[in-house]
């Protein structure tokens, strides 16, 4: 019976974002496992991704308030569920693996836990970040002051105008970083460059796994990992709930991109870069940073640029000495739209696995 449950649950996570499949090893269930009590995954098969109060769970469950209370608030703490409070009443609903529960293990991770997480990305899971081509789960956009400004950016586009806008900022470490350092794998790159908004902001706050900020703050962070060779990648909608500052050494989403063919085949993005090639003075610099491997250096002493792999993230052009680079819009007909909302991100996603963000314990 406790190893049903578990199976369960697994089935249960593929059904949200980017997935939770199978391996040929098992090592998705040892996960499990080890971050969920029976108990704890019993409840969670339970819970729908809409949060509500524990009251609305038990009545609806049948199970003692106070019980469940007590499961729910166990469950927050180890970043198993997500959790919105207002006016002192916390309403609580399911995460996904990916973003979500993964992320929350920054403060938890041993090597025993990293270890199973690097053998399950290695077996399974990379592959799922990109089959949902091109709606993926985070969207790499130009790093700060590479753009035109006669282009018309909309705000999704521009990291600054995305935190100006924002009320609340936290900002976390890299769950994908502190994995690989607890491996001794990763790179020495900053590790605290995830930007949260909003009421995810807030779930990191009260979690303890983010502090807030300023904007002022997130924009100087964002400079760092400018200079540092960090991807920016929001989360792939209109209104991203947060921003992830990416190297493809240690992330879960630029790995499996620099290791696909076609990079902008997969992401769509809306720029790519150009050389002006009587400035380029082959130095090698934008190859060197470039984290798709897009760059050569051509027999005519030149960067040339792949635009298979190239996916407009810019960091070719900040450093480059000669301004040799820049970045231009792709055709129309190549870029994409992100979805409206988080919502829209998740249940776009779903669709296109084949899933639906309905529990499988309420859609029968």
Do not use: W
């Not at 997130?218 to 990992?225: E, G, K, P």
């Not at 992330?251 to 720029?271: Q, T, Y």
């Amino acid at each position: 019976m406790n190893g049903e449950v578990y199976q369960r649950l697994r089935e249960q996570l593929d059904q949200y974002s980017v997935g939770y499949p199978s391996s040929e090893s098992g090592v998705e269930m040892a996960i499990l496992k080890k971050l969920f009590s029976g108990a704890e995954a019993e409840m969670f098969l339970l819970l729908s991704m809409k949060p509500e109060t524990p009251e609305s769970v038990a009545k609806r469950i049948g199970r003692d308030i106070g019980t469940v209370t007590a499961l729910l608030e166990r469950m927050l703490k180890k970043g198993l569920v997500f959790c919105r409070r207002k006016d002192g009443i916390g309403k609580f609903g399911a995460l996904p693996f990916a973003p979500g529960i993964f992320e929350q293990q920054t403060e938890t991770m041993d090597i025993e836990l990293a270890e199973l997480f690097e053998d399950y990305f290695q077996d399974a899971f990379h592959k799922n970040f990109t089959e949902t081509s091109p709606v993926l789960i985070h969207r790499p956009i130009p790093i700060n002051r590479v753009i035109d400004v006669s282009y018309p950016m909309a705000i999704y586009e521009n990291s600054r105008d995305i935190v100006r806008n924002q009320k609340l900022i936290a900002v976390a470490k890299c769950i994908c970083r502190v994995q690989k350092g607890a491996l001794d794998k990763g790179c020495d790159k900053p590790v605290e460059t995830c930007l949260m908004f909003g009421s995810p902001a807030q779930y990191y706050i009260d979690r303890g796994t983010g502090r807030r900020i300023t904007a002022d703050e997130a924009l100087t962070i964002l400079d760092q990992c400018e200079e540092a060779g960090l991807v920016t990648q929001p989360f792939n909608a209109q209104t991203p709930a947060n921003i992830c500052n990416c190297c493809p050494d240690c992330c879960v989403v630029l790995g499996p991109l620099k290791k696909h063919p076609c990079p902008a085949e997969v992401i769509k993005p809306s720029f790519y870069a150009l050389v002006d090639r009587e400035r380029c003075e082959a130095c090698e610099t934008c190859r060197e940073r470039c984290p798709m491997d897009a760059i050569t250096i051509g027999g005519d002493d030149a960067a040339e640029i792949n635009l298979d792999r190239c996916i407009g993230c810019g960091l070719c052009v900040s450093t480059c000495p000669t301004e040799a680079l820049s970045l231009d819009v792709r055709p129309e007909n190549q870029r994409l739209e992100p979805p409206e909302n988080g919502l829209q991100t998740f249940m776009e996603i779903a669709g296109m696995r084949g899933k639906s963000l309905i529990p499988l314990a309420m859609s029968k």
